[in-house]
């Protein structure tokens, strides 16, 4: 299923919540530094459960099958350029 045919399925609701993400524009140091606050850098539910100092179980990360994921992703970027090329603000703190 190629992102066309994938585009056609979704919801009504859901393609113009995506839209509506994209489109937004970062232009406030605030709201920049909110949104890299709010959405992590990394899937926070990728875990290794260990017994006794042994792995047991992984459990992969699972951010993938949001249908918000590469939006959030986008949005967090967008946010992070923002900040270091608009307001000249080191994000190294930011990138972990």
Do not use: T, W
């Not at 606050?37 to 017994?51: G, H, T, V, W, Y």
């Amino acid at each position: 299923m190629n992102a066309i045919e994938y585009q056609k399925s979704e919801p009504v609701i859901l393609r113009k919540a995506k839209n509506a993400m994209e489109q937004f524009k970062v232009n406030n140091p605030q709201v920049a530094r909110l949104i890299c606050k709010f959405i992590p850098s990394q899937c926070p539910f990728e875990r290794d459960i260990a017994l006794f100092g042994r792995q047991i179980l992984h459990i992969p990360p699972l951010c993938k099958f949001n249908p918000f994921y590469e939006e959030f992703v986008s949005l967090r970027f967008r946010a992070l350029c923002y900040l270091a090329d608009e307001c000249g603000e080191d994000i190294s703190h930011l990138l972990v």
